[in-house]
């Protein structure tokens, strides 16, 4: 598994523009109460047809616990293999209102729907689903602390999070789940030979696109 080293210097300033959701923790919790909100949704491919390694399908489910709890659960095919994928809880915290997910024809001039084209339809991080650590909206691209899909594409992914925002609107929330290996390559890192990842993010110039692409996306609204 390669990272190219400017995603990781980056990511520190990513929370600014995609949230501004406060610190939140997480702890397992092996005895959870029948007393449950479950939420469960299919996930669903972002990007148009055209765009290499976009077609991927998915599952997930967010039940909101008692104490403050919210367990978020992912399950996911033909993801870009032996991969990091940034996963994250997008919405409004507080009153929040119904977001939806951006389909392909959210995409730009470029062909791609990129973070800040599904931003409007998904609204800003609350919770990053990480698999060990923070879990607030600085996390967004801690893509060494996420989960990888495995040789043949698939990720399974489950946390329980203790104070995380969303947990209060565990109904409301769009799960979106980021990463496209364009050209197949291994890494998430710029090739200046392929058409899709020579691209910069949208997040930064320096940040390879491959690294923050929206890939999948489910929720209440969807």
């Not at 993801?79 to 809880?89: D, F, G, R, T």
């Not at 915290?93 to 977001?99: I, V």
Request: hydrophobic share 40%; proline share 7%.
């Amino acid at each position: 598994m390669r990272i190219s080293r400017a995603v990781a210097a980056a990511a520190a300033g990513v929370a600014l523009v995609l949230g501004t959701a406060g610190a939140a923790s997480a702890a397992h919790d092996d005895n959870p109460s029948a007393t449950v909100a479950s939420y469960s949704y299919d996930l669903e491919s972002i990007q148009p047809a055209d765009v290499p390694g976009g077609q991927a399908s998915g599952t997930t489910r967010v039940k909101a616990l008692p104490n403050g709890k919210l367990q978020v659960t992912v399950e996911a095919w033909g993801l870009s293999p032996n991969l990091p994928h940034a996963m994250h809880l997008h919405g409004v915290p507080g009153d929040a209102a119904d977001m939806g997910c951006p389909g392909p024809d959210a995409a730009g001039p470029d062909g791609v729907v990129t973070v800040v084209d599904g931003v409007p339809f998904y609204g800003g991080i609350l919770t990053s689903l990480t698999s060990t650590g923070d879990v607030s909206p600085s996390s967004a691209l801690a893509l060494d602390r996420f989960a990888v899909a495995d040789a043949s594409g698939y990720l399974f992914y489950q946390r329980t999070l203790t104070s995380a925002q969303g947990y209060a609107d565990a109904g409301m929330v769009q799960v979106i789940v980021h990463g496209i290996d364009f050209d197949g390559n291994g890494q998430y890192a710029f090739n200046p030979d392929d058409p899709f990842a020579s691209r910069s993010s949208s997040l930064g110039a320096a940040i390879p696109l491959e690294a923050t692409v929206p890939v999948l996306c489910g929720g209440i609204a969807n």
